[in-house]
Every structure is written in structure tokens, then in C-alpha cells.
């Protein structure tokens, strides 16, 4: 089988070396391939000889290979187009991520902001009540203009035109700045203690509708209202209204250690009747000039979250859930859901059953809003007294531009539905009972109760 | 001047004469007197290789070559290399302490890279070195192999070639010398039935695929070998062939799809559907070739054997197919 001894079966190592190093022209070459396609041994001849040519090439060490770009200069080469559209994708992310993982600002500040739907005077006398119209009507108010903003340049020339109080308002919380304070946005911090509630009314069981009308609680430390309630909320009971003539510090330390304030003031006419005006004029920190008043509390409705949830998940001795709610002072009533009515004196704690005076069960329970609250006529006029002499001087702090002016601005006008008995500058008719709660059952009766226990059909 | 070189044969071709220009040029350019080479034997020599090839002229004698002729002629001859063998063919001393200067090494590395193995590498170049020198006679006569290097290729080239072939030659006559203890120690093949080959099906896959394969041309034949029967890798191929390594893969999968369509046909003109078609592809050639070998008989004949197919013991001889290329 030696190709010296056969060399006409096999090419020669001159055929085979020269198709290696290809040397061969094309009709050689094609046919030594087509040899080497049946002929294994030449195959190997030329894979052997193929390989031991590479063994022995040398290195190229005199070779000194151009610099190569770095693998990071390539990629960037070939994906340089793709990386300007990457850059500015991941750029937007970035900041996306950034205003979404931003912590958010304080309610406070919104509160502040955040005007508050004006509501005219003019409802009670639109919508007039039988109680209403057995009393003298209030005066009304001028509709606040929606242009008006609580701006310190806007609020200057509303305070030169300034109108007397309306009696009426006295015992609503307004002060003789309403006009203005209507006009203004809401600031939640230093608005007279429960004229927001006004505007909520105490309507437990329409949760969502009142506390969405309801700016979110302040945090500045000048809140009297706040320290005066939140003692309440915490303790289920409410506290005598004698905090607010305690400086801010005093009350900050009183109030140390609670992260959530209270949600409402509901002692008003205890700031109302001091009226309360800012002392402290420029960015000085506020400071509230109490006047020892001698205005006869009223009792203020309990209200805000913590009422609402103590009267929703309130443990009725039926065992059944509340369906309806209504809360005043520590007054609180429960529907559950097989219409019995109950009835509480602590703020929950302990319930009674009320029985049944109506026919039918009982669906929803009701609280009046906070117009209906009185004042005796002596603490009403002494109250209106105090406000007149306050009122200029307060009036004349107030017409520098002061940042912190809408913290002592007044609270926005009490709700237009106004029911029960009318309030005047001299009191509450006594020819009117007083209504507090309402009862409506499942034939669409309502009945009315002053006490939550003796009720009577409306 | 050696007895070698003043042969009677060359009388003949005396009457050629190499162009002054020529014989001038080639006279420095191949270094001719460091090979110990007068310029009478350097000009035998040219006129003894140009007679040979009849300077690559189609027609006409080799004598009427004109200078450019000539020139074209050797420009495509590894020229150096020639006249350096054809010296040391001639047992000019000088010539060889120049070969041995410049190939002995390289030939022992080459021994060593084609059979892989240090002794055997210096074996194989030693047996070479030896025979090149002229120490086998022929009928009486010297006979060195460096006589038939053309200068096709290069000298170092052709040596790593003919090291390859004395190699190929020597395993293939000897690998099948193996003790019979070893032979009857190979691992009988696993019987499962569920892979036997259907009978009926062989005969006609071996046809369809012979067809298929035959049909094939000459470069797709050496890849398939190649690749399915040598186990060359893609590079390796690429190397001999001189073409990318994408190429031959590119190549190689259009061969494959072509005759599995190619058998695939043919077994349906055999009568088998075209799911038994699918089927018979099925058949792992591998086991096909273990059968075979447990008989332990070449009368496995309806086995099918891809190897035998693309190896066939009846290949024409080379001189045939290469036609007027002149082998020895």
C-alpha cells in the first residue's frame, strides 16, 4: 500500500502538499478533491500534513499587533446609537422615581392652601325651617365672590368694608371678620375652633360627605383648638375649653407626644368668645392674645374620626353592627342593622337600648349640625360685647400684611341646612324645643328627640 | 560533477538551452552556489525540470520555449527549493549540510506533530532522513525521493507530506495486526429489540442512499466524509480548504438537507411511504456497523454502512480521474 509502490492510486506527495499549501490550479485541484472524497487515506494525509504545518509555524513575536480597542470602546462603538435613547429612558425613570419615592408634603400644608367652598347665608332663608321661620331671620351675608382669594393684598381693602356683626352669627362662631374669612381659604391651623364642623355638620353616618369638606388638622403648635380637643378624643370625654388661654408652648408641652392631632376643634366659642387675634405681626411665630372671657360654654358637638369610629364599631348589646350613627358631645346613637336604637352617655362605653317609640325600625339616626346650639342670652350679649371691643384693634393688626393672616381668619359660614331652632342675638326661642337628634325608619317617618331617648314624630 | 547529473538520458535534452537572462537570474536568486552547484549543473538542472513539465506549454516541444516562457515557467516553481533537492538528490555534499542545516530540525518536529508522539516523531523523521539520503537501492540503482519534488510546494512542505504518508501508510498496514483477545473483548452489542433495524427497510435505505450520495459532486463528497466519517472539525476543513469555517458549515447543512430529501425520495420510489421513509432515517448507522462487526463476517451485506458507501472499494484510480496531471 505504498504510494511509491501504487502511484497510480494515490496523488503523490507533490499533488498533495501543493493542494496543502493550495498551489493548485482550480482542474487539479477539483480533481484532487474529488479523490480525497473516496479516498480516506489521502484525507488524512492532507489533515495530518495541514496540521503539522501549523504546529511548526512560528509565533509572530517580531509582530507587534496594532493596539485593539477595549471591549467597553467596542461596545460602546457598536451601541452608540442605542445608548443616546437608553440615557435619556433611564434619565426619565430616574426622575419619575424621584417624585414618586418623594416623601410627600404635609397636610397641613395643603389645608391651608386648599380653599374651601363658600357657602352662602342665604340658605337658611331659601331652605327655611319651621323653626326658622318663627325666629327672626338672620342677616344675610353677602355671596363671597370666587375671585376672592386669601392673599394679603385682597384681604386688606374686605377689612375696610367690614360689616357689623350679625347677632345671628354670634352664636354660630362668627366674629366681625366673617365676611372676610368667607372669602378666604380655609387655614385649618387657626380657623376658629369648629367652624369647620359647621360646614360638616355632625352627620356620623354621612362620614364621607363631612369629612371630605373638612380640611386636615393643623400641626402648628399656635392651635389652641386643637389642644382643647384632643384631650377630648383621647379620653372620650370633652374637656372644659379652659386651654385655650395657654400659651403656645404650654400647649406644646401639653399636647407632647401625641404624632396625630385631633381632627376638629369643637370648642369655638371658647376662641370665639375670647377672639383670639394674632399679636405678633411678619414672620414672628403666632402668638394668640387670649382675653379672659366670661362667655357661658355651650356644648360642642363630638365629632371627627374618632367618634365616627367609635360609633361605627361600637359594640351594641344586640352584637349586630351599627348601620347608623350620630354623635353630640358624649352622646352617642346607634342604629344596628335589625333597627334598634341605642343609646350612650360615655362615648361608647356603656349602651342602653332606647325603646321604641316609632313604628317600624329604625334606619338611620341623625345629629343636628352645630346651629342649633345655644348660648343664654346673658353669655350671647357678653359675648357680642367683647367682640365689638376686640374687633377694631384686631382689625387694625390685621390690615398689615401679615403672613400668618389667614391663621387667624375666621370660619367659613355655617352649613345652609340649617335645622331646628333658630339662633338669634339673644338666645334660642324657648318656644322651640331644642332638636337634636332624628330618627328616620323604614316607612320614612322621622322623629325627632332632644335627648336621644324621648322621641317624638316630626 | 556527480555522476547523477550526467546521465545518459540527459543527452537529449542537452539541446534545450535555458535563456542567458533566465539562467542568470535563477543562478542568484536560488542561491545555486551555496548549494556546491557549477553553473553547467545548475543549467541541467533547470533544463532537466523544464523538460519534464515541457515548461507548462500545451503544445509544441519544450525546446522551442522562448526566455519568457521560460521565466513564466519557473516563476511558478518553488526554484530554490528545487534546485536544493535536486542537488542533494545528486549526493552534492553541500547541498546536504544545507538541507541538513535548514529541514532537519523541522522535519523532527513534523514527525513529532503527525504521530503526536516524541519517539515515534523521531522515528518517522529518521526513517525518512534516511531513505532521502539514498540509502535504499532499486534494482541497483540509488533511489532518492527527493527526485520526485516537483517545486510545486515548498521543500519543507513536501517533506511534512511525505512524513504523512509514510505514516498513514504505516498505521493503516499495521492497525489491523491487533491480538484476538482484544478483538473478542470489544463489548457485544446491546440486543434491544425496539431499535432493530426493519429488515425490510435496509436494502432499501442502503440503495437510496448510495444513490443520494453518488449524486453528490466531488466537494460535497469530501466534506461528508470529512465531517460525518473522519470527524474533522469545521476548521480543520476550512484549513484544507481554504475557505472560511462558515462556509463549510453553511455547506455541510445544505448538503445534509439535500441527500436526507435526496434518500427520503428514493425510498419512496422504493415502494415505502413516506412515513416509513421518515423512519427508516431513523436508523442510527452506528449500530448498523456494531452488527456487522459481531458477525464477525463481511456477509452482512444488506447492512447498511455509510463508510462503505462513501468509501468505495472501487474508486477509480487517481490517474484516471486526475487525467493529464502526472502523479507518481
Redesign the interface.
Known amino acids: ?4 509502490t501504487q ?18 490550479r482550480d482542474p ?1 485541484r ?12 489521502c ?14 509555524a512560528p509565533p509572530l513575536a517580531g509582530i507587534k499587533p496594532e493596539p485593539r480597542p477595549g471591549r467597553i470602546a467596542l461596545a460602546l462603538a457598536k451601541w452608540r446609537v442605542a445608548l443616546i435613547p437608553a440615557a435619556a429612558l433611564a434619565a426619565t425613570g430616574a426622575v419619575v422615581l424621584w417624585v414618586q419615592l418623594r416623601p410627600a408634603p404635609p397636610r397641613a400644608e395643603m389645608a391651608q392652601t386648599a380653599p374651601l367652598p363658600a357657602r352662602p347665608m342665604t340658605a337658611p332663608s331659601a331652605a327655611p325651617t319651621a323653626h326658622q321661620t318663627s325666629a327672626p331671620a338672620a342677616t344675610p351675608l353677602p355671596a363671597p365672590s370666587p375671585a376672592h382669594r386669601s392673599t394679603p393684598s385682597e384681604q386688606r381693602p374686605e377689612r375696610k368694608n367690614v360689616q357689623p356683626v350679625s347677632p345671628a352669627l354670634a352664636g354660630t362662631g362668627f366674629s366681625g371678620s366673617a365676611p372676610m374669612a368667607r372669602n378666604q381659604a380655609v387655614p385649618a391651623a387657626t380657623a376658629p375652633i369648629g367652624s369647620s364642623r359647621v360646614v360638616g355638620g355632625y352627620h356620623l353616618d354621612a362620614h364621607s360627605a363631612a369629612m371630605a369638606r373638612q380640611p386636615a388638622p393643623p400641626e402648628q403648635p399656635n392651635d389652641s383648638a386643637d389642644m382643647a380637643y384632643e384631650p377630648a378624643l383621647t379620653n372620650g370625654l370633652l374637656q372644659p375649653p379652659g386651654t385655650a388661654s395657654m400659651t403656645p408652648a404650654a400647649r406644646r408641652g401639653a399636647t407632647a407626644g401625641k404624632a396625630a392631632p385631633a381632627p376638629v376643634p369643637p370648642n369655638i366659642l371658647a376662641v370665639q368668645g375670647a377672639n383670639a387675634v394674632p399679636v405678633s405681626d411678619g414672620p414672628e411665630p403666632l402668638t394668640l392674645q387670649v382675653e379672659p372671657s366670661s362667655v357661658q360654654l355651650a356644648p360642642q358637638p363630638l365629632n371627627g374620626l374618632a367618634v365616627m369610629q367609635v360609633a361605627r364599631h361600637a359594640k351594641l348589646p344586640s352584637g349586630l353592627n351599627t348601620v347608623s350613627s350620630a354623635a353630640m358631645l358624649n352622646t352617642l346613637l346607634a342604629v344596628d342593622s335589625a333597627g334598634a336604637l341605642f343609646f350612650s352617655q360615655d362615648a361608647g362605653k356603656h349602651w342602653e337600648a332606647v325603646r321604641p317609640q316609632w313604628r317600624g325600625k329604625a334606619i338611620a339616626v341623625q345629629a343636628p349640625p352645630q346651629g342649633l346650639y345655644q348660648l343664654t342670652p346673658a353669655a350671647a350679649a357678653e359675648s357680642l360685647d367683647r367682640a365689638s371691643i376686640v374687633a377694631p384693634a384686631a382689625q387694625e393688626k390685621r390690615a398689615r400684611p401679615n403672613v400668618n393672616a389667614a391663621v387667624s381668619s375666621p370660619p367659613p359660614p355655617p352649613p345652609a341646612h340649617v335645622s331646628g331652632p333658630a339662633v338669634t342675638a339673644t338666645g334660642v326661642d324657648p318656644s322651640i324645643p331644642a332638636v337634636l337628634f332624628k330618627l328616620i325608619t323604614d316607612r320614612h317617618q322621622t322623629w325627632i328627640s332632644a335627648d336621644g331617648k324621648v322621641w317624638r314624630e316630626q | 560533477m556527480p555522476a547523477e547529473l550526467a546521465l545518459p538520458d540527459l543527452a537529449p535534452h542537452a539541446r534545450c538551452e535555458i535563456a542567458p537572462a533566465v539562467l542568470d537570474e535563477l543562478w542568484h536568486s536560488c542561491e545555486a552556489e551555496a548549494c556546491g552547484l557549477t553553473r553547467p549543473e545548475f543549467e541541467q538542472i533547470l533544463v532537466r525540470i523544464g523538460m519534464g513539465q515541457n515548461f507548462a506549454l500545451a503544445t509544441g516541444p519544450a525546446a522551442e520555449a522562448a526566455g519568457a516562457q521560460q521565466a513564466a515557467f519557473f516563476g511558478t516553481l518553488r526554484m530554490a527549493d528545487l534546485v536544493l533537492a535536486r542537488a542533494c538528490a545528486a549526493a552534492n555534499e553541500r547541498a546536504w549540510e544545507r538541507f541538513i542545516a535548514l529541514y532537519r530540525q523541522p522535519l523532527l518536529r513534523a514527525g513529532m506533530a503527525i504521530t503526536g508522539n516524541e519517539s515515534l516523531g523521531r522515528e518517522l523523521a529518521d526513517g525518512l532522513y534516511a531513505e532521502l539520503y539514498g540509502l535504499t537501492d532499486r534494482e541497483g540503482e540509488r533511489r532518492c525521493p527527493l527526485e520526485s519534488y516537483a517545486g510545486r510546494g515548498s521543500l519543507i512542505g513536501w517533506l511534512r507530506t511525505t512524513l504523512a504518508q509514510r505514516h498513514v501508510d504505516r498505521h493503516r498496514r499495521t492497525h489491523r495486526e491487533q491480538p484476538l483477545e482484544e478483538a473478542n473483548d470489544r463489548p457485544a452489542p446491546l440486543a434491544d429489540a425496539a431499535k432493530e433495524p426493519d429488515a425490510t427497510a435496509l436494502p432499501l435505505l442502503s440503495g437510496a442512499a448510495e444513490d443520494a450520495l453518488q449524486s453528490q459532486g466531488p466537494e460535497e463528497k469530501f466534506l461528508l466524509a470529512s465531517y460525518y466519517l473522519d470527524g474533522r472539525k469545521l476548521h480543520e476543513i476550512a484549513a484544507v480548504l481554504g475557505v472560511h469555517e462558515a462556509t463549510v458549515s453553511r455547506k455541510l447543512k445544505r448538503v445534509t438537507a439535500a441527500v436526507r430529501k435526496q434518500i427520503v425520495r428514493g425510498l419512496e420510489r422504493r415502494g415505502l411511504s413516506r412515513g416509513a421513509a421518515e423512519d427508516a432515517l431513523a436508523i442510527d448507522p452506528r449500530d448498523l456497523t456494531a452488527a456487522d462487526r459481531s458477525s464477525g463476517t463481511h456477509e452482512a451485506h444488506d447492512h447498511l454502512r455509510l463508510k462503505e458507501l462513501l468509501q468505495t472499494s472501487q474508486a477509480n484510480p487517481f490517474k484516471e480521474q486526475a487525467g493529464p496531471i502526472k502523479t507518481k
Open positions: 500500500m505504498n504510494p511509491t502511484p497510480d492510486r494515490h496523488p503523490d506527495a507533490e499533488i498533495l502538499n501543493a493542494f496543502v499549501e493550495h498551489a493548485l487539479e477539483a480533481q484532487v478533491v474529488a479523490h480525497m472524497g473516496e479516498c480516506a487515506r484525507r488524512e494525509v492532507v489533515f495530518l500534513a495541514r496540521a503539522a504545518a501549523e504546529a511548526e
